[in-house]
């Protein structure tokens, strides 16, 4: 059973935290009942440059709670309130420890396998993004080796070699998505990464993710074609070439650092809003998604503002917003076009 987390007429901001005042559940059999459960998962271990992550999860929750609880979001161009179709509870955080990335992947996996043995679709918010190694070998492991396909927002596209000739140390977060490769969770043909942009990776790493058959799409091109343009090849791509359960790895990075400058590792010439709210929004509706991991935000360099949180936040209810159209099964009413005059 979960438990509301505010009295009756407590306005959002006031009172405990959970993502969107939703029920808070902290045992596998609270999650009975439910359709999506939010899972933090506090650690910064694994980056190169500025640590910080480790308090995305609470600063993510604790934005955009400026409405009422229990939650309501009615989406203005949808037509619907995700949170009236889905059933949406707050799993907590793994006990993740401080300094011990291997022990907080291993408690993250723990908290994930009991979310997807309950049938329940997960949303884990890093932390870094050597999370994606626990969250998409647990989702592996339930439905299957060659059954999952990955899609990755990202500036950076995370495939460096876990050490390079020379010796040259890689972070955990820099390495995941080749280890997932490499290891055979993830085959390279099911794996589509969009809005890579900056001076990562490599030229050799971009030769192994070819020779892996791997596919992206840069922001470069995003600037030729347009994001509709893209995002129509993107959905194509995935509905023909990728397996029936489909995991979204959203590094905040990928927007430029103007509307997400708390993160560890930001690179100037990023998306914008505009262009990433309704791709998301596309991809839960269109696409047979089975979880999603939104990893990097590091609210420490966020100054006062908390934009980067309240970015985190709309991407995670746009996300949730598709997804119930998917699971409605019905399309779009936008309440936008009624009157114009
Ligand atoms: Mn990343």
Redesign the pocket.
């Known amino acids: 059973m979960t438990i509301q987390v505010n009295r009756a007429h407590e306005p959002a901001y006031a009172g405990l935290g959970t993502y969107c005042k939703a029920p808070l559940a902290l045992r596998p059999e609270d999650l009975d009942g439910v359709d999506v459960a939010v899972l933090g998962a506090p650690f910064d271990e694994g980056v190169s440059y500025r640590p910080g992550a480790r308090f995305g999860p609470r600063s993510i929750r604790e934005a955009c709670n400026y409405l009422w609880a229990p939650p309501a979001r009615p989406h203005m161009n949808l037509g619907i309130d995700p949170f009236a179709v889905l059933s949406v509870a707050d799993y907590g955080d793994a006990e993740c420890p401080p300094a011990d990335l291997a022990a907080a992947h291993r408690e993250v996996k723990a908290r994930l396998g009991e979310i997807l043995d309950a049938g329940v679709f997960p949303v884990v918010l890093g932390g870094d993004?050597s999370l994606a190694y626990p969250d998409v070998t647990a989702v592996v492991e339930r439905f299957g080796a060659g059954n999952v396909g990955l899609i990755q927002f990202?500036a950076?596209a995370?495939t460096a070699a876990g050490a390079s000739a020379d010796g040259q140390f890689a972070a955990p977060?820099g390495t995941g998505m080749r280890r997932l490769v490499e290891e055979g969770h993830i085959r390279g043909e099911h794996f589509i990464q969009i809005g890579l942009h900056g001076y990562f990776p490599d030229p050799g790493d971009f030769d192994w993710m070819r020779s892996a058959g791997m596919r992206w799409f840069t922001r470069y091109e995003i600037d030729r074609r347009g994001m509709a343009a893209v995002m129509d090849d993107l959905i194509e791509t995935a509905a023909r070439d990728l397996p029936e359960h489909i995991f979204v790895s959203f590094?905040i990075?990928v927007f430029d650092p103007g509307f997400a400058p708390g993160t560890g590792a930001p690179e100037p010439g990023g998306l914008t809003p505009r262009e990433v709210l309704p791709a998301l929004v596309r991809i839960f509706h269109e696409l047979p998604t089975v979880g999603m991991d939104l990893?990097?935000v590091a609210p420490t360099y966020d100054n006062a503002s908390g934009i980067t949180s309240l970015l985190a936040h709309r991407c995670i209810l746009e996300s949730l917003a598709g997804l119930a159209l998917r699971r409605s099964g019905r399309e779009p009413r936008p309440q936008v076009d009624a009157r114009t005059s």
Do not use: S
Request: proline share 0%; aromatic share 0%.
């Open positions: 993004h990202d950076h995370d977060h590094d990075d990893v990097e």
